[in-house]
């Protein structure tokens, strides 16, 4: 059988998605454990986004394959008492075996939050990303409209990134303020390693009103990551949502942004 989970994660103490050979600390790794106890042998997942160390996720989606036969119930209650009080199963359904967490996906959706204070945070510390200079949401929000659409977003990449394009379509792009946060929301057919992040460098440098708005272009039409701005902290990204065909029924958890914000 093809088993697809729903996770969620605060990555602030793990070395990104990816299991690593030098043996730290994380995501991947730790579900892989969790699952192989509940199914009594070895399983490999692949999930719909690998996220960089201090990324979280409320949303993400992965699958793996199974000889072993569980209710939905027993592989999320199983897998939850394994698992680190840091990630929990919220779902579980049997997919066809066509279906693929990563390329079956037809969109994606990361929640960047900026707590927007003069003070640090405590409560929400390593959960959002600290600006104490004020930012002005509605000017971050219109110069992230020159990214939407599909583009070269080579300026908008790591220079390690490894896809073999950087062209990407960036189908929405929001910035609001909510209080003291700003929150920005992007949804594309898939993204960049530290895309996201560095979209946030770019207009958090333009809501601080250290650049002007048409800087987003400009830095998007130069092709070179060199031209762009600093790249923002993991602290406040959230992988929030993938999109997949109505035909194999995965669940979408609704998460209100205020949820954080309490």
Same mark, same amino acid.
């Given at each position: 059988?093809?088993?697809?989970?729903?996770?969620?994660?605060?990555?602030?103490?793990?070395?990104?998605?990816?299991?690593?050979?030098?043996?730290?600390?994380?995501?991947?790794?730790?579900?892989?454990?969790?699952?192989?106890?509940?199914? $009594? +042998?070895?399983?490999?997942?692949?999930?719909?986004?690998?996220?960089?160390?201090?990324?979280?996720?409320?949303?993400?989606?992965?699958?793996?394959?199974?000889?072993?036969?569980?209710?939905?119930?027993?592989?999320?209650?199983?897998?939850?008492?394994?698992?680190?009080?840091?990630?929990?199963?919220?779902?579980?359904?049997?997919?066809?075996?066509? @279906?693929?967490?990563? @390329?079956?996906?037809?969109?994606?959706?990361?929640?960047?939050?900026?707590?927007?204070?003069?003070?640090?945070?405590?409560?929400?510390?390593?959960?959002?990303?600290?600006?104490?200079?004020?930012?002005?949401?509605?000017?971050?929000?219109?110069?992230?409209?020159?990214?939407?659409?599909?583009?070269?977003?080579?300026?908008?990449?790591?220079? +390690?990134?490894?896809?073999?394009?950087?062209?990407?379509?960036? +189908?929405?792009?929001?910035?609001?303020?909510? &209080? $003291?946060?700003?929150?920005?929301?992007?949804?594309?057919?898939?993204?960049?390693?530290?895309?996201?992040?560095?979209?946030?460098?770019?207009?958090?440098?333009? &809501?601080?009103?250290?650049?002007?708005?048409?800087?987003?272009?400009?830095?998007?039409?130069?092709? $070179?990551?060199?031209?762009? &701005?600093?790249?923002?902290?993991?602290?406040?990204?959230?992988?929030?949502?993938?999109?997949?065909?109505?035909?194999?029924?995965?669940?979408?958890?609704?998460? $209100?942004? &205020?949820?954080?914000?309490?």
């Amino acid at each position: 059988m093809r088993i697809a989970l729903g996770l969620e994660y605060n990555g602030s103490q793990f070395h990104g998605w990816q299991t690593q050979k030098s043996g730290v600390r994380t995501v991947q790794l730790a579900v892989e454990q969790a699952l192989s106890s509940v199914a $009594d +042998h070895e399983v490999q997942i692949y999930a719909a986004g690998r996220t960089d160390t201090g990324v979280h996720a409320d949303a993400q989606v992965v699958h793996f394959d199974t000889h072993a036969r569980r209710p939905s119930h027993g592989w999320i209650m199983g897998a939850n008492i394994k698992l680190p009080a840091d990630i929990s199963v919220l779902w579980a359904k049997e997919v066809p075996r066509e @279906f693929h967490a990563r @390329f079956s996906a037809r969109g994606r959706t990361y929640r960047y939050f900026i707590l927007n204070r003069m003070s640090r945070p405590a409560i929400l510390s390593r959960r959002v990303t600290w600006i104490h200079r004020p930012l002005d949401a509605g000017l971050m929000h219109q110069a992230g409209q020159a990214l939407r659409g599909r583009h070269d977003f080579t300026s908008y990449r790591t220079v +390690h990134c490894q896809a073999k394009s950087p062209v990407r379509n960036l +189908h929405s792009l929001t910035v609001s303020r909510h &209080g $003291d946060f700003v929150i920005m929301e992007v949804h594309a057919d898939g993204f960049l390693h530290h895309m996201v992040r560095n979209i946030a460098g770019v207009l958090i440098a333009i &809501g601080s009103g250290e650049r002007d708005p048409d800087w987003a272009g400009e830095v998007l039409m130069h092709r $070179d990551r060199r031209l762009g &701005g600093m790249t923002a902290a993991a602290d406040g990204l959230y992988f929030h949502r993938v999109d997949y065909d109505a035909q194999y029924e995965i669940p979408v958890i609704a998460r $209100d942004a &205020g949820l954080l914000m309490v």
